[in-house]
């Protein structure tokens, strides 16, 4: 039976771990969630209030949660097809997203160096890329759309595009610039033990209630308490297990698979491409990267399952991963594939994040589509502004975004949901 354990975090090393939170606690903030966004959060409440006692609090380990283990884009240009571009009011959120994303890339880009973090950072575009046929004419609106929006992009086809990837799989792609590759576990790694002295970190410390507490609020802990005038909330797919948000946001649980480096006859078979990263046009299609340390990371598979992805089901989604390898690069078989793990990401019907004050002292952030480490990083920055009563552009352009639609109760919502996928899942079988 396949072992959950996700490659990056495995290749990242050792940290020393954060204490769990015992007894009864006080904070002048609390931050639900060591993902990106509530690293971004402690970091920029702590700049702004240097005084402030800042807890930052994960059910697992801080850093190593879903942000460690997602693809390892940092997305500057959403996929177009995700957008109602036709429209004004489409345009617009197209425009304001764009901004946010570009933000959010470039913090992370100014960190990075800043702190001296080791992330295998390259400032590589995504390519958008399609082997069916059926895909191409959709492929070219993308391009048409980011020229429309003057997003730096080109189309890739044929040799050129083989030549790029070191596979003849794909026939047309879009490359897009702005954006980056990394390795998600590290940049978290690196982003939770280089945060400034008031932020106390809690390890292992799930939180189970949150409730009010006369003018602040107090978080029910397996190992105690903790109370704090305000808490953020930054837990992404997990909202609903908190009873926030179980009417506009699901998680989908996602499987991945990392090879071992490639050897040099198989960099041979490849002409020694140059590392990349590539994105499917088609919902539920494959992901994959080129990785710098020469690995090809596969995620094909996306689904409701709202309980996650145990081993016997990891074991299976393997094979998917091994067969969508081999179709790419034939000299791969499921052999060489050294780690695989699941993890979650958090949807919403009209793909927008949540971003708001819902009570008074109680902030909410997250529900990213798919793109947490430039989206979640700096709306986690800005919900930090947020609750420091600041103002920015970029804090009035997160304010300004259309709220997450409303979804059908349960049972209705997962036979929707499972139907949609198991058409959405066929139409992308080409591209998997």
């Keep these: 039976m396949v072992e959950d354990i996700c490659g990056w975090t495995a290749l990242a ?53 879903a942000s460690a ?23 617009a959120s197209y425009r304001t997203m764009n901004r946010l994303d570009h933000a959010g890339v470039a913090e992370l880009r100014q960190l990075t160096g800043q702190l001296g973090i080791d992330c295998q950072w390259e400032d590589t575009g995504s390519i958008h890329a399609a082997h069916d046929p059926a895909n191409f004419d959709r492929l070219r609106h993308h391009a048409e759309t980011f020229q429309r929006l003057r997003i730096d992009a080109r189309l890739i086809e044929g040799k050129d595009l083989h030549s790029r990837l070191g596979t003849s799989f794909y ?14 576990a590290k940049l978290a790694q690196g982003l939770a033990t280089t945060l400034p002295d008031q932020v106390t970190c809690y390890d292992n410390s799930p939180v189970r209630r949150i409730d009010r507490d006369g003018a602040g609020w107090l978080l029910e ?11 953020i909330v930054a837990v992404n797919a997990f909202f609903p297990r908190l009873a926030l948000k179980s009417l506009r946001l699901f998680p989908l649980a996602l499987t991945a698979s990392l090879t071992r480096p490639l050897t040099a006859e198989e960099e041979a078979q490849i002409g020694h491409a140059p590392s990349w990263g590539v994105l499917s046009p088609q919902s539920l299609g494959a992901t994959m990267r080129l990785t710098q340390d020469r690995r090809i990371l596969i995620r094909n598979t996306a689904e409701y399952r709202p309980s996650g992805i145990d081993s016997r089901r990891l074991d299976s989604r393997v094979q998917v991963h091994a067969d969508g390898l081999a179709k790419r690069f034939p000299f791969l078989q499921r052999d060489a594939i050294a780690y695989s793990w699941s993890g979650s990401i958090c949807i919403s019907r009209n793909a927008k994040p949540v971003f708001e004050q819902s009570q008074p002292g109680l902030f909410l952030c997250g529900g990213y589509n798919a793109s947490g480490v430039s989206r979640g990083s700096i709306m986690g920055k800005l919900i930090a502004d947020y609750a420091c009563g600041q103002d920015n552009p970029l804090l009035s352009d997160a304010l300004s975004l259309i709220k997450p639609n409303l979804i059908p109760p349960r049972p209705f919502f997962d ?14 079988r080409p591209e998997r």
């Design 69 to 91: 283990r997602n693809s390892g884009f940092a997305v500057a240009n959403e996929s177009p097809g995700h957008a109602q571009l036709h429209t004004d009011s489409g345009l």
């Design 415 to 428: 036979f929707g949901v499972k139907l949609r996928m198991a058409a959405e899942r066929r139409a992308a």
């Design 13 to 65: 090393g050792h940290r020393a771990d954060f204490a769990p939170l015992r007894g009864t606690q006080t904070a002048d903030v609390a931050i639900i969630g060591g993902g990106f966004t509530g690293l971004a959060a402690a970091r920029q409440l702590a700049a702004l209030r240097p005084s402030a006692r800042i807890a930052l609090i994960d059910g697992k380990r801080i850093g190593e949660g």
């Design 221 to 231: 802990l397996a190992g105690g308490t903790i109370t704090a005038p305000q808490v």
């Design 171 to 184: 026939s047309l792609g879009v490359e897009s610039r702005g954006g980056a590759l990394l390795q998600p």
